[in-house]
C-alpha cells in the first residue's frame, strides 16, 4: 500500500525516505513510480533512500545549464 503522496511535500523540491531495503515490498517502488509519473513526479531508490521528485527536477536539464553557466567568464573564480 502507499501511503501519502508527493504533492503532500509542495514547500520543497523532493523527498527522501530511508528504508531497510529487505523490508520494502517487491513491487513496492514500481507501484510509487507509476503512481508518481501520473501525477508528474518520479520515484527512484538510491541505496536505502527512496526519493519521490517532480519531473522538472532532472539532471539531464540542470548539466547543460550548469556546464553554460560555468563556462561564463564572469562565473569563473578569481585567484589572487
Not at 46 to 57: E, F, H, L, N, S
Not at 65 to 73: E, G, M, Q
Request: aromatic share 6%; hydrophobic share 35%.
Amino acid at each position: 500500500m502507499i501511503r501519502g503522496s508527493p504533492s503532500s511535500a509542495k514547500p520543497t523540491i523532493c523527498s527522501a525516505t530511508v528504508v531497510r531495503p529487505k523490508e520494502v515490498p517487491e513491487g513496492f517502488l514500481a507501484e510509487w513510480d507509476a503512481w508518481c509519473r501520473a501525477n508528474g513526479w518520479s520515484a527512484s531508490r538510491q541505496g536505502r533512500k527512496i526519493y519521490t521528485m517532480p519531473d522538472a527536477v532532472c539532471k539531464s536539464h540542470a548539466v547543460p545549464k550548469s556546464a553554460a553557466a560555468s563556462s561564463t567568464p564572469a562565473n569563473l573564480p578569481v585567484r589572487q
